[in-house]
Structure formats: C-alpha cells, structure tokens
C-alpha cells in the first residue's frame, strides 16, 4: 500500500520570503502522480501543483515549485515570495497511475501561517 | 471555482437520526469521491464512484452508504447518526472514464457533521 508522509504539522514564514515543505511517499509502483493542495480556512481545497513520475523536470506554477527527487521519494512544495493569502493547510497526495480509481492518498497536512 | 457543491455546510444533529449530505457537480465527471476529514485534518477516503450506478468503498470504513444514479449527483447517508460520526466529510470529483491518474480531482466546500 501507498503511504504519503508530511513531518511539518505546523510552518511559519515572513511575508516576501521563501519556505519550503516537506513530503515523502512510499510506493512500489512507477507511475504514479503528486500533487500538492491548498485548504484555506473554510474554503475548497485547490489544487497547487501536479508531477508525473515520469517527467523529470520539477513542475513550476508562478511562485510555487516542487523538488522532485524520485529515487528518495521525496517531493517538497517550494513558496516563493510568499503572500497573507498563502495561509492554509497544504496536502501532499499520491494518485496511482494504475487502474485503482483515482483515488488520491493524502499525507497529514501542513499548517502554513504567513506573518506581515 | 469549481463547480462542484455541498450540502449542507454545517450540520448539527441527534443521536439516531438519519442524514443525507449532498454532493453535486456540474462537470460531467465520471468519478466521485467521498473523504472524511479528522479533526487532525488528515484525509481518508471512505466511498468513490467510476459512474452511474457503480459505487465502491474506500480505505477508511464507514458506516455510511452512498448513491449513484445520475451522473452529476453522489449523496452520502448515515441512517443512524453517532457522536463517532461527528467529522468533515469532503467530496469530490475528476474526470476520465479511464484511469486519468494525472487529471485533477475538483473539491466541494465540506460539510462539518456534529452528532450529539
């Protein structure tokens, strides 16, 4: 079974400065996606980011961008500049790239505050 | 925003009732899912569905049921409501009759169960 690890309940950053969370994955299969998700306070959980297995480059969307080490299974969310709107619980989630229906596998959530 | 709703938002009820919690989209997604959120915030899936008609249960077990006779609706039904029950239940949803393991899954707000 696929298991999805974040080891930061909780993370702070200074408003305009960078921050960094951590995910780790186990998996025995070689296709699978990542995927990192945002829950604001009383709001939809969005979508952040996607990476495929299979590409090697690391996805960027605007300010944020993942380190994707494959062999560490390793796959940390980047926040670049960061904003007041960026607080919210970020999920790191694993999806299988096998027939299993989609189904997503989610890690514990990482609590980011943002100071002005 | 995504087009995919819950309802209600927040519910509080008794002991032994039964409750329907509401899920629709309006994106013609084949795949639904149901995922109940801990107080931990951690989330696990507990029913999806591939389409009509076709509903499977998930890694965490429930108590609850669920429906799929249209294509755009997936209600979740407790028949008799417990404290254990009290949690964030999640839907959501993603395109692809296939596998589509990369394609992104799309939100509803939650609602917030509270059994007293």
């Known amino acids: 079974a696929q298991t999805v690890t974040q080891s930061q309940p909780e993370m702070s950053v200074q408003e305009a400065e960078t921050v960094t969370l951590s995910c780790t994955y186990d998996?025995?299969?070689?296709?699978?996606?990542l995927f990192w998700y945002k829950q604001p306070p009383s709001r939809q959980m969005i979508l952040v980011i996607r990476q495929e297995a299979y590409k090697q480059q690391n996805a960027t969307e605007n300010r944020f961008s993942v380190n994707f080490q494959k062999a560490a299974k390793s796959f940390s969310l980047k926040i670049s500049d960061s904003q007041l709107g960026d607080a919210a619980m970020y999920f790191c989630?694993?999806?299988?790239?096998?027939?299993?229906?989609?189904?997503?596998?989610f890690g514990q959530g990482t609590e980011l505050s943002v100071k002005p | 925003e995504a087009d995919i709703y819950q309802t209600p938002r927040y519910l509080v009820i008794g002991t032994g009732k039964k409750i329907t919690l509401e899920c629709s989209q309006t994106?013609?997604?084949?795949?639904m899912y149901w995922y109940q959120q801990d107080p931990g915030m951690e989330l696990h899936l507990i029913h999806y569905s591939y389409g009509v008609n076709s509903t499977e249960k998930g890694d965490l077990s429930s108590e609850s049921t669920v429906s799929r006779i249209r294509t755009e609706h997936f209600p979740l039904t407790l028949e008799s409501a417990r404290p254990s029950h009290t949690s964030q239940y999640l839907c959501?949803?993603?395109?692809?009759?296939?596998?589509?393991?990369?394609?992104?899954?799309?939100f509803g707000q939650g609602t917030r169960l509270t059994v007293v």
């Open positions: 959501a949803s993603s395109e692809g009759s296939g596998n589509f393991g990369g394609t992104e899954a799309f």
């Open positions: 989630a694993y999806r299988s790239g096998y027939n299993q229906g989609g189904k997503l596998i």
């Open positions: 998996t025995s299969e070689s296709d699978y996606y």
């Open positions: 994106m013609g997604h084949d795949k």
